[in-house]
């Protein structure tokens, strides 16, 4: 699995023009899930999003959770984080996982980020989203496992 997590103040989600998601803050999360990914990595994703200090405390540190500020999660999937361009110019996405294998991992990370006290809404996998982020920072982490 793949991610780029983001330290959003606001991010909402749009499908065919309707609302699907929003979060008044916490972290926009594009997951990329690949064909030899499992409930392993799913675990372990959603254990480093719930975790992860990205959050100045009162001394300006980054230093706080998710979970320790009060935020939420918008769990986007992203089959194209693994895409590979390295030859032409059309990447190439054979590194990412089916969408039958992929769309019950990116679901159990959520239910696994939630088990973990974290808020979490979800795009639609597969539509077409529109995304709107208002990001903090900027903090943008990169994570693979």
Same mark, same amino acid.
Not at 9 to 27: D, F, M, N, R, Y
């Given at each position: 699995?793949?991610?780029?997590?983001? $330290?959003?103040?606001?991010? #909402?989600?749009?499908?065919?023009?309707? %609302? +699907?998601?929003?979060? *008044?803050?916490?972290?926009?999360?594009?997951?990329?899930?690949? *064909?030899?990914?499992?409930? !392993? &990595?799913?675990?372990?994703?959603? =254990? =480093?999003?719930?975790?992860?200090?990205?959050?100045?405390?009162?001394?300006? =540190?980054? &230093?706080?959770? +998710? !979970?320790?500020?009060? @935020?939420?999660?918008? %769990?986007?999937?992203?089959?194209?984080?693994?895409?590979?361009?390295?030859?032409? &110019? $059309? *990447? #190439?996405?054979?590194?990412?996982?089916?969408?039958?294998?992929?769309? *019950? %991992?990116?679901?159990?990370?959520?239910?696994? %980020? $939630? @088990?973990?006290?974290?808020?979490?809404?979800?795009?639609?996998?597969?539509?077409?989203? =529109?995304?709107?982020?208002? &990001?903090? @920072?900027?903090?943008?982490?990169?994570?693979?496992?």
């Amino acid at each position: 699995m793949r991610a780029v997590i983001q $330290r959003v103040k606001h991010t #909402s989600l749009c499908v065919g023009g309707a %609302l +699907v998601s929003e979060i *008044p803050g916490g972290l926009a999360v594009y997951l990329g899930v690949a *064909p030899d990914d499992s409930e !392993r &990595n799913a675990a372990s994703m959603a =254990k =480093k999003i719930a975790q992860l200090r990205i959050f100045e405390d009162g001394q300006g =540190k980054m &230093n706080l959770s +998710v !979970r320790d500020v009060g @935020g939420e999660v918008l %769990l986007i999937s992203q089959f194209t984080l693994y895409g590979d361009c390295t030859h032409g &110019n $059309r *990447p #190439s996405f054979i590194g990412a996982a089916r969408p039958e294998a992929a769309e *019950p %991992l990116y679901l159990r990370t959520a239910e696994l %980020l $939630r @088990g973990y006290g974290v808020p979490v809404c979800t795009g639609i996998f597969g539509a077409d989203m =529109k995304i709107e982020q208002y &990001n903090d @920072g900027p903090v943008t982490i990169v994570y693979e496992c």
